[in-house]
């Protein structure tokens, strides 16, 4: 029973039948495991790697400060951010054309799998001063595009989880909604105010963990985010493995 009930837990997050509160538990866990990263990230190469607003400001900034070497890192983020959206979709997008199970659960495993590399290889590679930030900044990036860009899909951009500034502006639009509802404006939704907030409280309870992991534990604190996608994801990308096989054999 344990066991069917978490095979059914893991295609009922990550498989193609979506429903609302699945979505919205796949949100808040992939909001902590976006600020668990990012906050990690920051602590192996002082680059937040999440949100690109702050990146793209700081790469002006550091462009009229003459510090071309830092834009140049700014840059590489910016394109590995847009590099792991583009593949995320073009995987849903496959996925969706031959009606696979694992349209979401095939990003999210890629995902794991990179983070996997990360936390198992970071402390050898992290010698190599000269294209270690780099390489590190593009390498998360690469996941927060890849993560940000399965979560807007399967939610049809209800949520984002590697940044909160728009959650932020969302809850304050909630908020004032709540506040002053007035004559035919729109009904509050106390719903998805709940769903706001507890995107932001994940986002940074998973900062916190994740800048605690990497303070005691180094890189490997990424394993343990990496295990838990890998749990939530393996399940509708077995059942297509199945499925493969299964006409396999009729065709026999």
Do not use: W
Not at 36 to 45: D, K, M, P, Y
Not at 202 to 225: E, N, Q, R
């Amino acid at each position: 029973m344990p066991l069917n009930y978490s095979l059914n837990y893991s295609r009922r997050l990550t498989g193609r039948t979506r429903t609302q509160p699945a979505n919205r538990q796949l949100g808040c866990m992939l909001a902590f495991i976006a600020g668990a990263v990012n906050a990690g990230g920051f602590l192996a190469v002082q680059h937040y790697t999440s949100h690109m607003t702050g990146i793209v400001s700081a790469m002006a900034d550091q462009l009229a400060l003459g510090m071309y070497s830092l834009v140049a890192v700014g840059l590489s983020a910016l394109v590995s951010f847009l590099l792991g959206a583009t593949l995320s979709t073009m995987m849903v997008r496959h996925s969706r054309q031959r009606n696979l199970h694992s349209e979401y659960a095939l990003p999210l495993l890629v995902e794991a799998g990179l983070l996997l590399c990360f936390g198992l290889l970071g402390s050898q590679i992290s010698g190599f001063n000269g294209y270690y930030v780099s390489a590190t900044v593009m390498l998360l990036s690469f996941i927060m595009g890849l993560q940000n860009a399965v979560i807007t899909k399967l939610s049809n951009a209800e949520m984002r989880t590697t940044h909160i500034t728009g959650v932020i502006t969302d809850i304050g639009i909630e908020m004032g909604k709540l506040l002053c509802p007035g004559t035919g404006a729109k009904v509050p939704d106390r719903s998805r105010l709940r769903l706001l907030a507890m995107l932001a409280l994940c986002f940074f309870i998973g900062g916190v963990s994740g800048a605690l992991g990497f303070k005691h534990l180094g890189y490997a604190a990424t394993v343990p985010l990496a295990v838990t996608l890998m749990a939530l994801s393996i399940i509708p990308i077995a059942d297509d493995l199945l499925d493969y096989l299964r006409q396999r054999g009729r065709r026999r």
